[in-house]
């Protein structure tokens, strides 16, 4: 994987400035001394075959876009250049893209030849690219036009009464722009929006440059830290920015439709506590700021872009006990899931189980737990999760082994989320709360801008613990039945009966209750 390797990319510019400031070259990556192939249209995931790219690692992205007008239904135009580095000598590679149309393609400044295959722009280079050498491809002319919001389905570039925004996850992003779009291969991110005076642009990471010409505005934000392309957001319209006092030196913003800040932004006022919180239980926040965007639409979930944790209006009009720990769960994310990235999406659970432990656990230490999931402890919890086990794993497939990826929800099902949570109880119940506290510190530690898979997740934990738990979390992750619950002996399963197999078992998480 990528590991942090650049700071800025100039604009317009083939060259890199590495940490310490020193530029880069992005010099010819031509063949030589190894025969040639196509890279893989797939990175290889099993529920997502043709999600992600194979033969490449991306290094950075200098994604530019315009909106021609202030229409939030338009289509928008872009150009895009990403530096990469061949991980075999390619005589062609794919992109994901799922926009309307691609103008053209050069690979380190020279005209390249390319074709369409659904989601893949397969790009044949004027001169195969030689492994371990570092290239560029810009992807310019490309047009997207945004969709409405679906609670059915992603929808990944989205129109909102206000303008457009991104829900990328998990295979949404190249609806946008053209991509390596698997949380596999990430990378850092120059993003510049071109719109008209009076709409304002927003993405992750800092602000680094704001200019004004012909009636046009640009921002240009930095994401210097690692992000996978699913975790991208461009908002862009009637939106406006709205700064809270920082945390422990975190800068906090909100960015919402100016005509609900007074309704929304007061409902926001606890992410402020949630960050000390999360800080207190997995350390220093990974990112340069924090921050909530809320939408005028119904998304059906909640999603933690990178650095700017998106939401739809229906959040805000729940009660504060059940928003709270919603918002903790997203903030969550921002250690499992954009700063640790799942390797395939069958990991995803060390996302949404992570996520909702915080979640639920945020909800029992602010007293709010029996008005937010009718328990008074965490153990009651997980015992309620516990007996639905079974139901879960017949329901939807192993913790970290979705039976399918139909739809979103196959992959987004409850067995990640409070089930993904409950192998986090039986790990602690099994190893002890303060091996447990040092194991989830070590994790965001170790992996801060990778992905990792589920066998990393074991490995660190018998590493931590001093125990092999490597029988112990295949059972738990891997098992068609719920394994005995370390310390309960008494807890059961609710069985699996012919009437309940093709059930659909409720999740307990409210915030899994409406993903």
Do not use: C
């Amino acid at each position: 994987m990528s590991n942090l390797r650049s700071r800025l990319v100039a604009a317009g510019s083939a060259v890199l400035l590495g940490l310490a400031g020193s530029a880069i070259a992005v010099g010819p990556a031509y063949a030589g001394g190894h025969h040639p192939t196509p890279g893989a249209p797939g990175i290889g995931d099993r529920l997502y075959p043709l999600l992600g790219n194979g033969g490449y690692d991306v290094l950075n992205y200098d994604l530019r876009l315009t909106y021609p007008a202030k229409d939030p239904a338009q289509q928008v135009r872009g150009n895009v250049t990403i530096t990469a580095v061949a991980t075999q000598s390619l005589s062609r590679f794919d992109l994901d893209f799922g926009g309307d149309s691609v103008g053209t393609v050069a690979v380190n400044g020279r005209t390249a030849t390319f074709t369409r295959d659904g989601d893949e722009v397969v790009i044949t280079p004027k001169h195969p690219l030689a492994k371990h050498k570092r290239f560029t491809v810009t992807v310019s002319g490309f047009t997207a036009t945004p969709i409405a919001p679906n609670a059915s389905s992603p929808a990944g570039f989205v129109v909102t009464p206000d303008g457009t925004m991104m829900a990328g996850q998990p295979d949404q992003s190249h609806q946008l722009f053209p991509s390596n779009d698997h949380p596999r291969d990430m990378a850092t991110y120059t993003i510049s929006m071109t719109a008209p005076v009076g709409w304002n642009g927003f993405a992750n990471g800092v602000l680094v440059h704001k200019s004004q010409h012909g009636g046009y505005v640009t921002s240009t934000y930095r994401e210097s830290h690692q992000m996978a392309s699913e975790l991208i957001q461009v908002a862009v319209g009637d939106y406006g920015i709205y700064w809270r006092e920082p945390v422990n030196g975190v800068p906090v913003r909100d960015v919402v439709p100016p005509r609900l800040a007074a309704e929304l932004l007061p409902k926001a006022a606890d992410e402020r506590n949630q960050i000390k919180y999360m800080e207190s239980k997995v350390g220093k926040y990974p990112f340069d700021k924090y921050g909530s965007l809320v939408i005028d639409g119904d998304l059906g979930f909640a999603l933690e872009t990178q650095g700017l944790s998106l939401y739809d209006t229906s959040f805000f009009s729940l009660p504060q006990f059940i928003l709270d720990p919603i918002l903790n769960h997203e903030l969550a994310h921002q250690w499992f899931g954009d700063s640790v990235a799942p390797w395939e999406w069958s990991d995803v659970w060390q996302n949404e189980g992570h996520a909702t432990w915080y979640e639920v656990t945020y909800a029992y230490d602010t007293g709010n737990l029996p008005d937010y999931a009718g328990v008074a402890t965490l153990d009651e919890y997980y015992k309620r999760v516990y007996a639905r086990g079974d139901q879960y794993r017949a329901r939807y497939g192993p913790v970290a082994h979705p039976l399918k990826a139909d739809v979103i929800w196959d992959v987004f099902n409850p067995n990640v989320y409070d089930g993904g949570a409950l192998v986090l109880f039986a790990l602690r119940q099994q190893i002890g709360v303060k091996k447990f506290e040092q194991l989830e510190r070590a994790w965001v530690a170790k992996y801060r801008g990778e992905s990792a898979s589920s066998q990393d997740f074991i490995d660190l934990a018998s590493k931590v613990s001093g125990q092999n738990l490597q029988a112990f979390m295949t059972a738990w992750l891997y098992g068609a039945k719920t394994p005995p619950m370390p310390g309960h002996p008494d807890w059961t399963v609710t069985p699996v009966t012919p009437a309940t197999a093709s059930a659909t078992p409720a999740p307990l998480s409210p915030a899994a209750q409406l993903r």
